[in-house]
């Protein structure tokens, strides 16, 4: 079963700030929440940021939290609905206060699988301006999610393989969240591009939101996983 992601939602970003709320959006039973988050990360030793939601709250599951002391942060979570909410807002917190200029993009997909929701997943920083991540071999013919944190604010970055959504904060950090379409058992990287060709500060994740189980109809009892690399 493919992967449908919902991109709608627009990016929110702050200049400063301890905290940033996504737009107002509704969501249906099943939906995965895919909340992909940046930080700036100056002076004092790394708080991992929080996230959380209004009305009744909901249960997060954190697939990355990763930064260091002047330093780009990326950080990730993920709930599904057990049933349909209307009027839902997200907020990114930082974790202390040397942190500022929080931004979110959220995602809203289905087809996923709701049992093993984490595939591959990889995580680094690097200098390199125009960046290729590292690969990740995906376990499902899932959706592959990069998120990435340039500290060294040079501009608005692109990506010439990933949809994604890119900020650029002046005077403090800019960043992106971005996904494509993966293969089974096939080596994936997803590209970064800061503006500019000076040396960047970039810290990314780059991981595998898998595809769900597909039911064989006509065979009771009967289901095929997609393909699972060792």
């Given amino acids: ?34 909340a992909c988050g940046n930080l700036d990360q100056n002076g004092l030793a790394f708080v991992v940021p929080t996230i959380s939601n209004n009305g009744a709250a909901l249960t997060w599951t954190n697939i ?4 260091a002391s002047n330093s780009g942060t990326v950080c990730a979570w993920f ?25 979110i993009k959220i995602y809203l997909l ?4 709701s049992a093993d929701v984490l595939g591959a997943i990889t995580n680094n920083t690097s200098n390199t301006n125009n960046l290729t991540t ?31 959504s890119g900020f650029d904060t002046p005077g403090d950090i800019s960043g ?18 800061a503006a500019g060709g000076l040396s960047a500060a ?17 065979i009771p009892g009967v289901t095929i996983a997609p393909y699972r690399a060792a």
């Avoid at 990355?64 to 930064?67: E, H, K, L, V």
């Avoid at 709930?79 to 931004?103: E, F, H, K, Q």
């Avoid at 690969?135 to 592959?144: K, L, N």
């Fill in 79 to 103: 709930t599904i609905l057990a049933s349909d909410r209307s009027g839902l807002t997200v907020t990114l917190t930082r974790g202390n206060t040397n942190a500022d200029s929080p931004s």
């Fill in 176 to 193: 992106l969240a971005g996904f494509k379409d993966l293969t089974a058992g096939v080596a994936a990287t997803a590209n970064m591009d």
């Fill in 64 to 67: 990355a939290n990763i930064g």
């Fill in 1 to 34: 079963m493919s992967i449908t992601v919902d991109n709608s939602l627009p990016r929110r970003s702050s200049d400063g700030g301890a905290s940033i709320t996504s737009d107002t959006f509704n969501a249906v039973t099943n939906d995965l929440i895919l």
């Fill in 202 to 218: 970039w810290r990314y994740v780059w991981f595998e939101i898998r595809a769900a189980v597909v039911a064989v109809t006509g």
């Fill in 110 to 113: 289905q087809g996923h699988d």
């Fill in 134 to 164: 590292a690969s990740i071999t995906p376990e499902t013919s899932g959706v592959g999610f990069g998120i990435g944190t340039d500290w060294d604010q040079l501009g608005l970055p692109t990506s010439s393989d990933l949809t994604e």
